[in-house]
């Protein structure tokens, strides 16, 4: 799917700029630099010459087809995010099962605008990003057309749901701008704000993003809040309930060829003892890179300490003796669990 809007400044700037005031930003800090802040109140920041936005939405594999254990919605808890998970295996976010959207977008955009650039005959000032780039990606998939923000925070289109990654094309060349979608078909619905664990869907339609279990699992390096690790049940990479328990995802569409599954499914708890030369080749192409080995086995040992499986504690005693002491300590928390119960 494809839209077009203008370069006018953002209008739901505000509440951006309140997110970030109440800290919801957790540790992403990079968010706070003052170029940054202009840039996304104002595409004309990131290219003075910008005069049209083109807006994409590229589909990643649906969230609710129940490929993976736990998102068997029959059987899984999914607002106490608890057992009984499918044994020992983990779960990982639709959009990270393929390969990895920031090497393989661009290439995408960049092929888009050198068809523009032959069309017309001319180079034109050009900038694309996606999710990368200093830009509120949300409100002007809105303003092109694409969908309304839902309740959980996502860009939702009445025909294709929400699982798609958005990316934006900032053109020097004047676009006829589609009409923004306007309506909110939200309506009484509440199923995501209910269904997420952490209780971090906030009123405005954005995330309290520090307690958001996609947040912990990709973007916080340190140690999780002990007070929030329960609550992440066996998500390792990211999390779908919001998106599982929308209805609007009934409609999601096929995966685009680069974001069918490409890793090695399920993924089981002896991934925890994944060594770093076996990790960078699992993953090499994976955004999944993105926690790097101590990140994923720290996801991991909490996993395996919510799953309670007395058979996992030989892998926790293992991963205890590994030289990283992040995975130690959350090995050593999850034995704890497992031994308590
Ligand atoms: S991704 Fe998970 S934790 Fe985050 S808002 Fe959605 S349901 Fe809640
Ligand atoms: S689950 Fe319901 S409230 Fe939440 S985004 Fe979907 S339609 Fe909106």
């Known amino acids: 799917m494809a839209g077009v809007t203008s370069s006018e400044p953002l209008q739901n700037f505000n509440v951006f700029q309140d997110w970030i005031n109440k800290n919801y930003h957790g540790e992403m800090n990079y968010l706070l630099a003052e170029r940054s802040m202009t840039r996304r109140a104002d595409p004309k920041q990131i290219l003075p010459e910008c005069k049209s936005i083109l807006v994409l939405a590229i589909p990643y594999a649906p969230v609710s087809d129940g490929r993976v254990g736990g998102a068997d919605k029959n059987q899984h808890n999914l607002k106490e995010n608890k057992p009984p998970y499918r044994d020992n295996e983990l779960q990982i976010a639709s959009y990270a099962l393929g390969d990895d959207y920031h090497d393989v977008l661009p ?67 004047e676009l006829e701008p589609d009409e923004s979608f306007s309506t909110d078909h939200c309506g009484t619905c509440n199923r995501c704000i209910t269904a997420c664990p952490t209780n971090c869907i906030l009123p405005d339609r954005t995330l309290d993003s520090s307690r958001c279990i996609s947040y912990l699992t990709i973007e916080h390096k340190n140690e999780i809040a002990e007070n929030l690790r329960e609550q992440m049940g066996n998500w390792i990479f990211g999390c779908d309930i919001c998106q599982q328990v929308c209805p609007w ?12 599954s490409k890793i090695p499914l399920p993924v089981l708890t002896s991934d925890l003892l994944l060594d770093p030369v076996a990790f960078n080749q699992r993953f090499k192409k994976s955004p999944i890179k993105r926690t790097k080995r101590r990140g994923y086995a720290r996801n991991i040992a909490i996993a395996i300490g919510n799953n309670k499986n007395k058979k996992d504690v030989p892998l926790l005693e293992q991963a205890m003796q590994d030289d990283e002491p992040l995975i130690q300590t959350h090995a050593k928390w999850a034995i704890d669990k497992i031994n308590n119960e």
């Open 107 to 173: 290439q995408k955009l960049k092929a888009i605008v050198d068809f523009i650039e032959e069309q017309l005959g001319e180079k034109i000032p050009n900038r694309y990003y996606t999710d990368s780039g200093p830009i509120l990606e949300r409100e002007l998939a809105q303003r092109a057309g694409l969908g309304w923000i839902g309740k959980n925070s996502m860009l939702i289109n009445p025909k294709a749901g929400s699982t798609f990654f958005l990316a934006e094309i900032l053109l020097g060349i």
């Open 249 to 260: 995802n009934r409609f999601a569409q096929p995966a685009d060829s680069a974001f069918e």
